[in-house]
């Protein structure tokens, strides 16, 4: 499994169980967070460019966070987001 961070031109190769998160603090791609991954803070949100049904489902956590934020439909939070396959990300900062 490998996740791709756009247009970083970086890459991290996942192991199971792993949050996007995660794999881009190993691919040095830099995601904003400030609450520890507990999913509350909003700040890691990332769009999913490819691969989002290689993510695993949105927690109650990330549904609320979203909806409280008005995310978009393909943004999810990095740090609750599963890596279940190949999955390329972006973010507005980047």
Known sequence: ?????????????????????E???RADAPIGNSCGS?????RCVVR????????????TIELRV????????????ACQAVVMGDVEVTTSYW
Do not use: I
């Open 1 to 21: 499994m490998r996740v791709t961070f756009t247009p970083l031109c970086s890459a991290a190769e996942v192991m199971g169980n792993e949050t996007l998160l």
């Open 23 to 25: 794999a881009a603090r």
């Open 38 to 42: 507990v999913g509350v803070c909003g």
């Open 48 to 59: 999913v460019l490819a691969g989002a049904e290689n993510l695993s489902a949105p927690t």
């Open 66 to 77: 979203s909806a409280q934020r008005g995310f978009a439909a393909d943004e999810r939070l």
